[in-house]
């Protein structure tokens, strides 16, 4: 779990794999460079997270009658593809940042990938004593090749039967603290069956419905210990939500069934850097940073999901896969009454 916060959270890889020199640069340098370079680093990461979450929110098109209901262990993942893994940096687009090496603009490791070899960039700030200088920092790398592949999502999900086609869902992580680590999930959705309300519904084939859910994740990282720089209350805060509008059908078989539909994914990840950073400005200055910036990433996709459901009594097993700008599967382990 504290994994998938690392990956949401703006700048935590970054500020827990550098030197102090390097960030105390990286800041000293400007912050608009330092939010810039953050927002595109970290983006596949939200981004990613944000389709994980938004798997399994259904598993037929049958709606569950009044006071039918399903309770459901719930785990995803987004699959993260190569070009997730880099994004190009311009540093004509920067204020103070070259390449120690190679063209202007060059490919770089997100959140999700890595540098082989490793890359230099040249900082240039102002010290109020010795005027412009510069310093050489390593970009950082993302959490690596074979690590990354996969973006994982976990839920308690419940669902009832509230009237004729209509059922209500809900979906949580139990609240996880440590202590440097608060993160929560929740979510709700409603899932209305077209088929139930054109009576006789028996004649029908399949069963077609309307899915709406929202989700909502937000949490704190504490990086007073582990950023390396002077200061107080130091922490990164995110809150991401997202929305998913979907139709789906599905067979409707004794025990075994398939699923299908058409859906859109939209949502924002926002992270701020927040707290006091004391700044070393060459040797002999430093200067106090407060809250220095907020970055965020939004998704704006459609996709496609092919699933099937097994059902043994008041068990029941469904997967599904969904085709996007990351895709994703899902398998759902659920006990229920209908």
Do not use: C
Not at 94 to 123: C, H, K, R, T, W
Not at 132 to 160: D, H, V
Not at 278 to 283: A, F, H, M, Q
Not at 296 to 316: H, I, Q, W, Y
Request: charged share 15%; no cysteine.
């Amino acid at each position: 779990m504290k994994k998938i916060v690392l990956l949401v959270f703006v700048l935590t890889i970054t500020l827990s794999s550098r030197s102090q020199n390097d960030i105390d640069v990286l800041l000293a340098g400007g912050i608009e460079d330092a939010q810039r370079f953050a927002n595109d680093y970290l983006a596949p990461g939200t981004d990613g997270i944000m389709h994980s979450m938004n798997a399994n929110w259904f598993n037929s098109g049958k709606v569950k009658p009044l006071g039918g209901f399903e309770i459901s262990v719930i785990a995803n993942a987004s699959m993260v593809k190569d070009e997730h893994k880099m994004f190009n940096l311009n540093t004509a687009e920067y204020n103070n940042v070259q390449f120690v090496q190679g063209p202007d603009s060059q490919m770089v490791s997100s959140v999700l990938g890595e540098n082989n070899p490793a890359i230099f960039v040249e900082v240039e700030y102002d010290d109020v004593i010795f005027g412009s200088q510069t310093a050489q920092i390593e970009l950082p790398e993302g959490i690596g090749s074979g690590s990354a592949n996969l973006l994982p999502t976990a839920f308690l999900q419940g669902a009832l039967g509230i009237s004729s086609g209509l059922e209500l869902k809900a979906r949580f992580v139990p609240k996880v603290e440590t202590d440097d680590v608060s993160l929560s999930m929740y979510g709700a959705g409603l899932q209305m069956e077209f088929t139930e309300w054109f009576p006789p519904n028996n004649l029908f084939p399949v069963a077609i419905s309307g899915v709406v859910a929202y989700t909502h994740l937000d949490g704190s990282y504490n990086l007073t210990e582990s950023s390396g720089i002077e200061g107080e209350n130091q922490r990164l805060e995110n809150d991401t939500n997202t929305w998913l509008f979907q139709v789906l059908a599905s067979t409707k078989l004794p025990v075994i069934n398939f699923y299908g539909g058409v859906g859109y994914i939209t949502g924002k990840s926002e992270s701020n850097l927040l707290g006091n950073y004391r700044v070393t400005d060459g040797l002999l200055t430093t200067q106090t940073i407060v809250d220095p910036f907020s970055v965020s990433s939004e998704v704006s996709a459609v996709r496609a999901t092919v699933g099937t459901k097994l059902k043994l009594g008041f068990f029941r097993l469904n997967a599904e896969y969904h085709l996007s700008e990351f895709n994703a599967f899902s398998v759902g382990l659920n006990f229920g009454f209908r």
